[in-house]
């Protein structure tokens, strides 16, 4: 009786201890949240049917203007886990939030091991590195990049392998086989650039400057932060994209700006619309070389 007693308290008390490391049972599926659609491919891709991914953003939102909803939030307190950029305006702030109606989640930033640019979203017309984090200025569209994709799916696999220790090895065969298809779509792109007769192309909204930088491109912005350009600043981008010879004009239906069609009159590129907030974030950009490329 006192021996039956004793083991059932041991069994309880080891279920107790299992439960505080943040290790799951072999029962149970990781529930893990996401801001954006671009992190969801990336931990579908590393956790496939081993995890449970909930998006934050809803498809179609804006993410200069989206704002979660408390039913949003406390949704995503019920989850063992959050991934986040960790640069999206709707984010700041939004960790202490969920801390206080879940003090078991754990909250990733995937900026803290990515390599991010700085001042593409303001007037400088130029961007630059830094291995700094935390500041308001970086440019949050770290997934326009297979280099920092490959990056992300190596912090997820270590996040899961972490929580899921008894699935490592699933986790590590979708690791390697995400990578070599991100190695594949990178020697794909770099082909393709490599024969652009100009590197320069147009954006309304600076979302592809990661893009931009790993294959030696140059975008030419035309608005930030869903604002227009001053007269004197829209012709300097004219003259710039008409001595480039830009051919491709790339636009999101989120960031429509009537300046567009008037600058475009005189350069006369090709529109494009593109999804920045893709899901398909590797089809994106393949779609997006390919539309370089014609």
Not at 239 to 262: H, I, L, N, P
């Amino acid at each position: 009786m006192f021996l039956s007693k004793f083991l059932r308290n041991i069994s309880i008390l080891c279920m107790l201890v299992t439960a505080s490391c943040g290790v799951k049972s072999s029962n149970d599926v990781l529930t893990v949240s996401v801001s954006v659609p671009p992190e969801e491919f990336v931990l579908k891709e590393i956790g496939g049917d081993k995890i449970d991914v909930k998006c934050l953003m809803t498809k179609g939102s804006n993410p200069e203007s989206f704002e979660p909803t408390v039913n949003q939030i406390l949704e995503l307190s019920k989850s063992d886990l959050y991934f986040t950029i960790g640069l999206l305006d709707f984010e700041y702030g939004l960790k202490d939030k969920v801390k206080e109606n879940s003090k078991d989640i754990e909250v990733i930033n995937f900026a803290d091991s990515l390599e991010l640019l700085y001042g593409t979203h303001g007037d400088c017309g130029h961007h630059h590195k830094h291995h700094h984090h935390g500041v308001s200025d970086a440019d949050p569209h770290v997934w326009a990049s297979i280099k920092n994709l490959k990056k992300m799916g190596q912090t997820a696999y270590y996040v899961l392998c972490k929580y899921d220790a008894q699935n490592k090895d699933t986790y590590k065969a979708n690791l390697d086989k995400y990578t070599h298809r991100l190695d594949s779509i990178d020697d794909i792109i770099s082909g393709k650039i490599s024969r652009l007769r100009t590197k320069s192309f147009l954006v309304w909204h600076p979302s592809l400057s990661y893009f931009a930088n790993d294959y030696g491109l140059t975008q030419i912005t035309i608005g930030s932060h869903n604002k227009e350009q001053s007269i004197s600043r829209l012709k300097e981008k004219i003259v710039q994209a008409m001595q480039d010879s830009v051919r491709v004009f790339f636009y999101q239906k989120e960031f429509d700006s009537s300046q567009a069609t008037v600058a475009n009159e005189k350069i006369d590129a090709r529109f494009v619309e593109i999804n920045s907030m893709n899901e398909d974030v590797t089809g994106e950009l393949i779609h997006i070389a390919n539309e370089l490329s014609k």
